[in-house]
């Protein structure tokens, strides 16, 4: 058996919405440098960098890979959760926001998606304390409110603003 094969079968659909995650998560990644590590599941953050920063990724994107009447309304999943902590082999006692930068891509293409394509993305990015001074327990964001806090920035941009 060859990689190629399985990825051919478990992900022929880079536009399903677990699959779309894991893309952005890797976009973000590769142009901080961090794609060299693998992807960790059952962290309290998606990757942290050199420097110790970590950083949560969310996706969203308006058409999905099932039949539509019109496209999706965006919101990003931001709610406060408990977390497995690796060193006790527990769950945190308290729900919270464990990172402490959030990049919010939404995949904006509405035709001929390729959500490799960089250029078919808009990044948003947030200091978590400002999200939870905005928006406290809530659970999910939606674009427009997203937008009254931050601005989108270019993808090779990306890692000078999270770095700052």
């Known amino acids: 058996m060859r990689k190629e094969e399985f990825y051919n079968w478990a992900y022929p659909d880079l536009n399903n919405n677990k699959t779309r995650a894991d893309v952005a998560e890797f976009l973000v990644a590769k142009v901080l440098g961090l794609?060299?590590?693998?992807?960790?599941?059952?962290?309290?953050?998606?990757?942290?960098?050199?420097?110790?920063?970590k950083i949560e990724v969310k996706a969203s994107a308006y058409i999905q890979s099932w039949k539509q009447s019109k496209p999706s309304q965006i919101r990003f999943?931001?709610?406060?959760?408990?977390?497995?902590?690796?060193?006790t082999g527990s769950y945190s006692q308290t729900k919270q926001r464990n990172a402490d930068v959030y990049v919010f891509c939404l995949l904006k293409e509405m035709e001929n998606i390729n959500p490799l394509n960089t250029s078919q993305w808009e990044f948003y990015v947030c200091k978590t304390y400002l999200l939870d001074q905005?928006?406290?327990?809530?659970?999910s964001v939606g674009?427009?409110?997203?937008?009254?806090?931050?601005?989108?920035?270019?993808?090779?941009?990306?890692?000078?603003?999270v770095s700052r």
């Not at 905005?134 to 659970?139: D, L, P, T």
């Open 35 to 53: 794609d060299r590590v693998q992807k960790r599941d059952w962290q309290s953050y998606d990757m942290i960098t050199e420097k110790g920063l």
């Open 77 to 87: 999943d931001i709610a406060p959760k408990v977390f497995w902590n690796e060193e």
């Open 134 to 139: 905005v928006y406290g327990a809530q659970k």
């Open 143 to 161: 674009l427009k409110s997203l937008r009254e806090i931050t601005t989108s920035v270019e993808y090779q941009d990306l890692i000078g603003i």
